[in-house]
């Protein structure tokens, strides 16, 4: 599914600034307020802007930030995921190579960052990890790399697989929700009505 020019320029100005209004996209994009917002609520609704978000920079906080790379096998990549995805100071996770794990992880000071280790320590999966401390960040960009002619794969919102092509649309209660083809359409309706039936 294909974004076009105002999309991708009202996602590029909120990457800038998530606090801007939807005058402002408005008055920055050259169309209506009203299609502003109607835009902003499909991206929304296809799960492309996932929230809106104040960053902290840990560096003021005096903090201690490493990167992380641990090696385990294969088949344990979910199980220390899993486990590193709970913890508070993991700021950054990935799956890389099918047998490594890399973290950006923040701690307080040294004291900490050795408690974090030893948690590491604990997680029988891991075969071995090493880590180096960042002494200096001179770029760190959280936002997405938009072009033009960009393309976005979503999620079918029934059976979860990625829809490569140009998805069913079903308005419910005002919302969009995109399936990836008629008979996901149709039992994500009826799921949705009895879920709703049973509420009321």
Not at 87 to 106: F, I, M, N, P
Not at 145 to 169: A, F
């Amino acid at each position: 599914m294909e974004l076009d020019p105002v999309d991708l320029k009202i996602l590029e100005l909120l990457q800038e600034n998530g606090r801007l209004s939807f005058r402002d996209l408005a008055k920055r994009t050259g169309v209506t307020t009203p299609t502003v917002s109607s835009k902003v609520e499909h991206l929304e609704d296809m799960g492309l802007i996932e929230g809106y978000t104040v960053v902290i920079d840990p560096e003021m906080l005096a903090q201690l930030t490493i990167l992380l790379t641990i090696e385990c096998k294969p088949s344990d990549i979910k199980a220390v995921l899993d486990r590193l995805e709970g913890e508070k100071e993991v700021r950054e996770l990935y799956a890389v190579d099918g047998t490594r794990v890399q973290a950006k992880v923040t701690v307080q000071d040294q004291n900490h960052l050795n408690g974090f280790l030893e948690t590491l320590g604990s997680i029988e999966e891991i075969t071995s990890y090493k880590y180096h401390t960042v002494t200096k960040t001179v770029k760190e960009a959280s936002r997405a790399v938009l072009h033009d002619g960009q393309n976005v794969v979503v999620n079918c919102h029934y059976c979860k697989k990625p829809i490569y092509d140009n998805p069913v649309k079903l308005k419910l209660d005002g919302k969009d929700h995109y399936l990836c083809c008629q008979s996901c359409a149709r039992l994500f309706k009826e799921k949705y009505e009895r879920i709703k039936a049973e509420a009321d």
